[in-house]
């Protein structure tokens, strides 16, 4: 069978229910009574725990990594090390890219598996979970049982995994891997005493954080944690066996060529040499090793980090909001004693001269949206930290705010607005950012409301927005010659025909023409648009 992500995907269009929204009217200062029905922080706090109770659990459904995470290492959650043995990196440096056993027909493994680009169903039941894999791969999982006595000595593929609820996670514990298998696509091997332990976490009806924990004596000098987010899918789940496709011809080509290729290899023990192929390269893989790089910081830095801003005030019915644009997708945002942040990110610009946070919104997960180094420079014990459902991988010390939810946040109503791409799709056919996974927000200040956008398109419950007095949409694509990630100037320009805001900001926009993002609209009375320097 033809891999999907190699055919030529069509345009989905999706059909999403609009919802209104109704005009945010909160006093600055005193809560409005209860007895006029008005939402306090306790109804929010009930109402979403509520919501909770009818998904957290629930794990039915086709599932797929965010993005292909097929380099175990690249995902290591902080603080964790991959050390080998010496036996381990004795096999290490024997590792030929086309000796993976996914070449050979051979199923991928329990942990290759979960990373694979392709879709996998989830089918629970109070007993048993079953998980179906394209790639001729099943999971079963024995909830509250034990694992058999002979698994050992009669191991499987997929190893035997019994689980159990920790809370709302659910815990997995898997042991009798045959070894045969690899554990991610670059060649980490196990032994037949690898142990692995998983954790499933739901953070909103779509989106599952995957931590595991892999034991193996044999290869492994300690234990290690890994995690990623897996995003429901919208394909059914089509058998892929290796006799429905045709041998892929350059890994016959390659053979002896390509070693292992993690971008941050695994550490040897001082007594073994590393002479596996490509072991000789420098670059970015030595540099990460050394601590040199963030490889979640995938961009170049620029050269001259910004250290003035553009600053503008709306005038509030309770005083002025002061806005300050700082760079790409970042904003901050003073009023009436309150600093708020949107995604601040230290390789665009000098936040040590900005005042510290009471707020601070995490839109997406991408090194654009989100920077731990930064956001800890700008907190105190009593900041407030809001984020998207990808983002509390990375910022596990945060809440949660799902699409469509509202919270009163550091005083200040916020709502979480869906952000995500329908047109924009990455090589495999899913989007870039798909719907759940990111928020952007409204945040009200006395009686105006905000909105910033984050990373997405102008998607219906964008343009279902209204009473927006401030906008802030991001308009960094043509849609021509890259994957469609935020909105082309058509997109923005027809966002702002349908919000109507009363004064708009393009922002990340770029290299696009500020002159024509202005041009574009100029046709619609009653939006000032303002362009500040966020490309």
Known sequence: MIKRFLIPILEVVTTVGILTLAPALVAAQTPAPAAQG???????????????????????????????????IANL??????SLTKFGAEQYNKIDEADSPAYKCEPYGPTRIMSSALPFMILQQKDQIGMIFEHIDYRIIYMNAKH????????????????YWDGDTLVVDTIGMREESWLDSFGLQHSAKLHMIERYTKTSPDTIIWKVTIDDPVYFTKPFTYAFNFERDEYRIVPDRCADTAPDEKYNLNHGRVGPEHRIPPTFPPDVARTYIGANKTGPRQAAEEGEIDLRQAKAAPKVK????????????????????IANYSVMFNYNGKVAYVDPVGRFADYSQLPKADLILVTHDGPNHLDPAT???LSTEKTQLIVCPNCYLYLPDSTIMINDETKTVAGLKVQAVPAYNIKGRSGNGKPVTPRESANGYVVTF??????????????????????????FLPVNNTGLAFALKTMTPAMYAD??????????????????????LTDVV???????VRVRDMS
């Open 38 to 72: 008005a939402a306090t922080p306790a109804k929010e706090a009930s109402a979403a725990k509520d919501a909770k109770e009818k998904w957290a659990r629930d794990f039915n459904g086709v599932w797929s990594a965010t993005g292909a995470q097929q380099d175990m």
């Open 77 to 82: 959650l902080p603080g964790q090390e991959v």
């Open 148 to 163: 058999p006595a002979d698994i050992v000595d009669y191991p499987e593929w997929e190893g035997n995994s019994v689980g």
């Open 306 to 325: 910004k250290t003035k801003f553009d600053e503008d005030t709306v005038k509030t019915a309770h005083g002025d909001l002061k806005i300050t644009s």
């Open 375 to 377: 956001i800890k420079s």
């Open 446 to 471: 006395g009686d105006k409301r905000v909105y910033v956008a984050g990373e997405t398109e102008n998607v219906p419950e964008v343009k279902a927005l209204k009473q927006i007095d401030v906008a």
């Open 495 to 516: 966002t702002v025909k349908a919000i109507h805001p009363k004064i708009v900001f393009p922002y990340a926009y770029g290299n696009n023409d500020p002159k024509a």
């Open 522 to 528: 100029k046709d619609e009375k009653g939006t000032e």
